[in-house]
């Protein structure tokens, strides 16, 4: 894959936003709290994936997008150098907290992230002192969209701007994954940063997450939409699976390579007939871990070629297959995700459906044809309503452009 290096700008460029009000609203707050103009506005997008689930961190394939939904900051400089003040206008709460102790016991939820942000530059070795912020968001939380990579891209973005820092867009993705792996503890790959600095209007981007190429693919269907369908559940063994997951797939690396002889760096580099030879000494659960992966890999590597033919067939049964593979070998589906996909394999306008992102709760991600839409959703949320007692929340998305800083209105 070829290296591309159109990184986004970093002049400031008008946003078509998705909703314009949000802007208005944190900027009328910073004023309200800090009694002042803030001095730079930023923001940084949530992300679909089309493909390519759980082989980020596995040094495999992903085919995401960033969506027209985004975390907007806005910044300026503290009076006190010590201190940051930064208030989430959608929960209206507000931490404050000292550049030099960033102690994450001090603080939870939403706050970690802000923590892990500064901590991330300040390992990195760049200068930050003291902000004051607010910023909110129009991306869905906890449903699969990354919400938390929107924020911490976000508050990078931001930072990079009122500081002066010589900082590289993809470094911003590093740097809002360090903050994942050291402050909330889930220990993530690089695609939700990634996208959400990387992405680009109508095109999805397959990253590489061995060598870290990557390569924006035209969305060929015009007749179909992206139609996300948030479960509303999240279940609470999340954050704590996802690690499991990561530390089974090690394990089975490390039994392969023991039995080849060879010292294989991660389930890339390990095929299929490996894997088969090996079942043996591998648990249940390390085989199918290792089945997930080798083979949605694949299905990335042919959704690239689908996606070139314009095979709308092809590009949805191989939505399907990569959603039985996460419900039945990776085990990170829960039933609630299944009954939408199943619905959603029931409906004439539908051409795939499978969970996105982590799992266990969140979206589903439904390429819909435009004119069977509102059928589509309004038989889904009535069977779904009827089934588990749950209002479905439909998210209809547009791939947009990544992180970026904003003019101001
Ligand atoms: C979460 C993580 C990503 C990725 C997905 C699963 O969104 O943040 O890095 O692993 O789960 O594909």
Redesign the pocket.
Known sequence: MNQQNQSPSRNPIKMNMHAPSLLDRVVEEFKIQFNRTPLVLAQAPGRI?LIG?????NEGLVLPGAIDRNTIFALGFSPDAQICEVHALDMGEMIRFDIGDLNKMQTEGWGLYILGVVAALQQADYEVRGFQAVFASSVPLGS?V?SSAALECSLLMACRELFDLDIEPFEIAKLGQWAEHHYPG?L?????QFSSVMGRKDQLVCLDCRDLSYQYIDFPLPDYRFVLLNSNVKHSLSSSE?NVRKRECQEAVQLISQAEGENFPSLREITMTQLEKHQRILSRKQYLRAHHVITENARVMQMMQELVRGNEEMIGSLMFASHYSLRDAYEVSCPELDFLVMQAENHPGVLGSRMM??GFGGCTINLVQVDRIADFISQTTEAYLESYGIQLTPITVKLADGAGIISFP
């Open positions: 994936n689930e759980h082989t980020d961190y699969g990354s889930v993530c790959g690089l695609m939700d996802y992102g982590g």
